[in-house]
């Protein structure tokens, strides 16, 4: 009797010993759960305040967009998460004549990026950028541009997506690759955050995997009006075949959203592929997506309002990103670049 329970106490002591340093078998990761803690109604909750008229338009380098930076940070804060270790705080500091064109009547003051960070288990040294731009384009005529889909929509996306991973991550899943929420300032300026981080990156620009860029996600346009369950996806396939499927197999297993790829295409117009700050990462060799929900009538207009996001939909491109992110930050491989951008 003595015996044997001695050796069930060694039995007990080598298992638990083992369990300790099992790895987790992501493989199993309850990824749904996750994806689904990024509901409409936090959303609302959080673009309710990014987009209030107290942040007065969040024009870069004002003291309403550093508010409303303020509360992301506490955000990110109430969550567990902190900036990155490199860092000495939450901010990019970019002084204003960075962002002054000599033949822009505008003159921005300083203005900062935000960044939160999730450390990676296994390869922390690869990076994933989540961006979106917190700026918008301020007051004009005593009316407030709340910009509540241009970005406040991407803004608070990154806010519960990175929650999603800090889950994940207390639950013994965390990233295997790190990830940077990557708050932009002066986007609506000329992407002159994105350029900043680009021309000044704090990780090298070789360990940084891929930019999702989430810039207006929370409306339709004209040509949707009848289904709003698709995202204008714009990118993908420039740089890396590998991106673009994964993107492609995280939809078909998890949103099932419409990926409409008729921004993509390189004789359109528009040419949106030049027009957010994704392309500042592209530019530099770096594998991105768009995500995007076109053009509406609010769209740089004073009625760019919360109570008009369509916050069902904005929990789906958001969870897409989500999906997509999962998969880059932990899957094997990075993807690879074998496309020049074009
Ligand atoms: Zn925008």
């Not at 007990?12 to 990024?38: H, Q, R």
Request: hydrophobic content about 35%.
């Amino acid at each position: 009797m003595k015996k044997l329970t001695l050796l069930s106490l060694t039995l007990l002591f080598l298992a638990c010993g083992t369990a300790k340093n099992v790895k987790k078998d992501y493989a199993k990761a309850p990824v749904e759960k996750y994806m689904n803690s990024i509901t409409p109604d936090d959303l609302k909750k959080h673009l309710f305040i990014v987009a209030n008229d107290s942040m007065e338009g969040r024009n870069t380098g004002t003291e309403g967009q550093k508010k409303a930076g303020k509360y992301l940070i506490g955000q990110y804060k109430a969550n567990g998460i902190s900036f990155p270790p490199p860092a000495t705080d939450w901010y990019q500091k970019i002084p204003a004549a960075y962002m002054s064109k000599s033949y822009s009547p505008v003159k921005p003051g300083d203005s900062e990026n935000i960044w939160a960070f999730i450390e990676g288990s296994e390869k922390p040294n690869e990076i994933l950028v989540i961006s979106a731009h917190y700026d918008h384009v301020g007051t004009k005529n005593g009316e407030v541009y709340n910009g509540a889909d241009d970005d406040g929509s991407g803004t608070v996306a990154l806010l519960e997506i990175a929650q999603a991973f800090a889950q994940a991550k207390k639950e013994g899943y965390g990233p295997k690759r790190s990830i940077l929420f990557l708050h932009v300032t002066g986007e609506e300026l000329g992407l002159h955050g994105s350029r900043y981080y680009s021309d000044h990156p704090l990780f090298p620009i070789d360990s940084t995997i891929t930019d999702l860029n989430i810039d207006m996600i929370g409306r339709r346009d004209e040509a949707h009006k009848d289904n709003g369950n698709y995202v204008y996806v714009i990118g993908s396939d420039r740089l890396s075949t590998d991106l673009h499927n994964i993107n492609e197999a995280a939809n078909a297993k998890y949103t099932h959203l419409t990926l409409d790829y008729t921004f993509n295409d390189r004789k359109d117009p528009n040419q949106f592929y030049f027009r957010s700050d994704h392309y500042n990462f592209a530019k530099k060799g770096i594998p991105i997506i768009f995500y995007f929900n076109g053009v509406h009538d609010d769209y740089h207009m004073a009625t760019d309002e919360p109570q008009k996001i369509e916050y069902d939909l904005l929990a789906k491109r958001a969870q897409l990103a989500f999906v997509t992110a999962w998969e880059l930050a932990n899957r094997p491989d990075r993807p690879v670049v074998d496309k020049d951008g074009k």
